[in-house]
Nanobody
Framework: QVQLVESGGGLVQAGESLRLSCAAS????????MGWFRQVPGKERDFVSA????????YYADAVKGRFTISRDNAKKTVYLQMNSLKPEDTAVYYC????????????????WGQGTQVTVSS
């Protein structure tokens, strides 16, 4: 089993950057692909990015490609989301999640979820 705790959210202005972290517990972290999703109230939780077990492969939603970078440190059991050039439309609660499947944007394929961290981007 994997427990996930996100941190690093906050309030920033458009054009600024934030780095989210997701700390995992459990001995099997390195066997899971990790993903980030985001959700705005009243809307579905949308895929943002994913990274493979080893960290060698990454996958991004079109809306964030070129601005966000996902990475992981298996020794620290942590996955990161570096968010640059933030836009007001990036405002959401961001969730990290763990999956046994690679390169999937489907929420149903993710087995474990964190509690989320709020990111607010003002214009």
């Amino acid at each position: 089993q994997v427990q996930l705790v996100e941190s690093g959210g906050g309030l920033v202005q458009a054009g600024e950057s934030l780095r989210l972290s997701c700390a995992a517990s459990g001995r099997t972290f390195s066997t899971y692909a990790m993903g980030w999703f985001r959700q705005v109230p009243g809307k579905e939780r949308d895929f943002v990015s994913a990274i493979s077990w080893s960290g060698d492969s990454t996958y991004y939603a079109d809306a964030v490609k070129g601005r966000f970078t996902i990475s992981r440190d298996n020794a620290k059991k942590t996955v990161y989301l570096q968010m640059n050039s933030l836009k007001p439309e990036d405002t959401a609660v961001y969730y990290c999640a763990a999956s046994r499947s690679w390169r999937t944007s489907r929420r149903a394929n993710y087995d474990y979820w964190g509690q989320g961290t709020q990111v607010t981007v003002s214009s």
